[in-house]
Every structure is written in structure tokens, then in C-alpha cells.
T-cell receptor, first 111, second 114 residues
Framework: DAKTTQPNSMESNEEEPVHLPCNHSTISGTDYIHWYRQLPSQGPEYVIHGLTSNVNNRMASLAIAEDRKSSTLILHRATLRDAAVYYCILRDGGSARQLTFGSGTQLTVLP | NAGVTQTPKFRVLKTGQSMTLLCAQDMNHEYMYWYRQDPGMGLRLIHYSVGEGTTAKGEVPDGYNVSRLKKQNFLLGLESAAPSQTSVYFC?????????????FGPGTRLTVT
């Protein structure tokens, strides 16, 4: 799977939007962009995924650059419960098997 | 709908002891996975299964064995535990293999080998 680059940590204030960036300059045409998060002492949790177009669901939005070399996970109103490690992961549409986790971004939400 | 459950939640083993971790899913998923997570790191795949009766090696399979006798269960065995196997173990499942399918994770088993 192609590599992703994320900031080690970010901070946000409660009830403000959060934009979590991810760079994936070596992405291939069949790679899907997935986001998972891991709350303290829990297993990872699926957040959202996309291929080319921006995506929205009840948890977040995913904005994908036109050249697909970067993407941004958007939490519209951060809550204290959103404090977690967020992982940006590329999955090859032709041979996806396991998820390849990097070190992710530790999001701290300040009250 | 319990999702993915793991048994036990915590375990302490002495070097050389053996144990089996149980993963169960009630979503009728075909694919199941075992990962380990060491402190401050991402998850790494140990073994996975694409269906009942089939298993395959992942990134870090040495020292572990697995079995998938029933579709809903995936067992991870440590025959002779070593301190290097101290980790948090996560099981996951997904409906099908494929980049558009998400994986569902269990709550984890924290294993300490002394």
C-alpha cells in the first residue's frame, strides 16, 4: 500500500471545526482513502472513506484534492469525545487485504 | 448485535506458557483479522482468514497460530509465549475483501508476558 503522511498531533477547541490533513503523493488510481480513529483504550473505528469525490457521513466529511495527492478529514464541531488518534490509510482497490496503519494524528480537544 | 467481541480482555502469562485468544463476530462477515499494537505504534497484521477453514500469514506471523473452524470465530494461539509478545491484540472482521469495505474491530486483549 502507498504511504501517507500526517502530523503527529493537533489541538482543537470544543465545538469548533477540525481539519485533519493527510498527504499521499504516491497514491495510485485504484487506491481508496480511508480514515479510522482510535479512542483511548479502544479498538480502531471506521470513520469515512472515498475514492475521488468528497464524501459526507454522520461522523465527518472527507475532502479529496483534485489530484488526489492529499485529503482532509473534517469534523464539523469537535467534542471531547472526538479526542483520539486518527489514521489516514490507503487501500488498493484491486488487492486490499489488511489495513496498514501508520502512526496517525493525535487529536486533543480542549474544553 | 454485539459486533466483534474478544475474550479475554486482560491476561498475564509467564514466558513459555501457552494461551488462546478468542474472537467472535455476529455480522456474518467472511473476512477476519488479528492485529497487534505495541505502545505508541499503529496496528500490524498477524494472520487473517478469508473464510471458514482458511487462514493466511500477515506481516508479523512468527510465534502465532490461528484457526477458523466456524465462520463466526477466529482463534489466535500462542504456543510458547515470549516477552516480545507483550502487546494489545485486536481482532477485526469485514464483509468482503476490498478497498471499499470497512473493518470492524473488537475492544482488544491486553497481554503481558513476564
Amino acid at each position: 500500500d502507498a504511504k501517507t503522511t500526517q502530523p503527529n498531533s493537533m489541538e482543537s477547541n470544543e465545538e469548533e471545526p477540525v481539519h485533519l490533513p493527510c498527504n499521499h503523493s504516491t497514491i495510485s488510481g485504484t487506491d481508496y482513502i480511508h480514515w479510522y480513529r482510535q479512542l483511548p483504550s479502544q479498538g480502531p473505528e471506521y470513520v469515512i472513506h472515498g475514492l475521488t469525490s468528497n464524501v459526507n457521513n454522520r461522523m465527518a466529511s472527507l475532502a479529496i484534492a483534485e489530484d488526489r495527492k492529499s485529503s482532509t478529514l473534517i469534523l464539523h464541531r469537535a467534542t471531547l469525545r472526538d479526542a483520539a488518534v486518527y489514521y489516514c490509510i490507503l487501500r488498493d482497490g484491486g488487492s486490499a487485504r489488511q489495513l496498514t496503519f501508520g502512526s496517525g494524528t493525535q487529536l486533543t480537544v480542549l474544553p | 448485535n454485539a459486533g466483534v467481541t474478544q475474550t479475554p480482555k486482560f491476561r498475564v502469562l509467564k514466558t513459555g506458557q501457552s494461551m488462546t485468544l478468542l474472537c467472535a463476530q455476529d455480522m456474518n462477515h467472511e473476512y477476519m483479522y488479528w492485529y497487534r499494537q505495541d505502545p505508541g505504534m499503529g496496528l500490524r497484521l498477524i494472520h487473517y482468514s478469508v473464510g471458514e477453514g482458511t487462514t493466511a500469514k500477515g506481516e508479523v506471523p512468527d510465534g502465532y497460530n490461528v484457526s477458523r473452524l466456524k465462520k463466526q470465530n477466529f482463534l489466535l494461539g500462542l504456543e510458547s509465549a515470549a516477552p516480545s509478545q507483550t502487546s494489545v491484540y485486536f481482532c477485526a472482521s469485514s464483509y468482503l475483501r476490498g478497498a471499499s469495505y470497512e473493518q470492524y474491530f473488537g475492544p482488544g486483549t491486553r497481554l503481558t508476558v513476564t
